[in-house]
């Protein structure tokens, strides 16, 4: 196996590999951290979505909040964390849903899903704050207007997506 490209976000590596019929192929596979996908919901049963611009796709999104998952961390720890950065509450209780593959035919990334709730203003000597490359506005939408936008195609994040089956 050989890294051949390394980032803050990811790498990608490239390796041989045997074939049931004895051949070797060559696979290119994108190294990620697990990461959390939040579902904040308010104590009023609406839920919380972001917008934020993804410059691979060169757009402004709607999203529930997630982000990775930092070396030696536990995820629930994470998703904590990632709440209170991305729509600044900070949760009670957070619950693990589902745990999915998004990409597996070449990214190992696993996205871990948490119901948080019990939302609540952070401390005031928080630390948490978006990371830099992040312009995130918070949202506040009923369910049925959530899968309307999926339906109309305003949502188009395939997390976001999933995340709103799991409702």
């Known amino acids: 196996m050989a890294i051949v490209c390394s980032t803050r976000v990811f790498a990608v590596d490239v390796e041989q590999v045997p074939l049931p019929d004895?051949?070797?192929h060559e696979i290119a596979t994108i190294r990620h951290a697990p990461c959390v996908v939040l579902i904040p919901v308010l104590d009023d049963g609406r839920i919380v979505l972001i917008r934020q611009y993804r410059h691979s796709v060169?757009?402004?999104l709607w999203e529930f909040p997630a982000g990775s998952i930092d070396p030696g961390e536990a995820p629930e720890a994470a998703a904590f964390r990632e709440c209170e950065e991305e729509t600044k509450l900070a949760p009670s209780r957070v619950e693990r849903l589902a745990s999915m593959?998004?990409?597996p035919g070449y990214c190992d990334e696993e996205m871990i899903y948490f119901k948080v709730t019990g939302l609540h203003a952070p401390a005031p000597d928080s630390t948490h704050a978006p990371d830099d490359d992040e312009d995130i506005s918070v949202h506040p939408t009923t369910?049925?207007?959530?899968?309307a936008m999926l339906a109309r195609g305003d949502i188009v994040d395939l997390k976001t997506a999933y995340a709103l089956a799991l409702l």
């Open 143 to 147: 369910i049925a207007e959530a899968r």
């Open 58 to 60: 060169k757009r402004i």
């Open 22 to 24: 004895g051949r070797t």
């Open 101 to 103: 593959f998004p990409a």
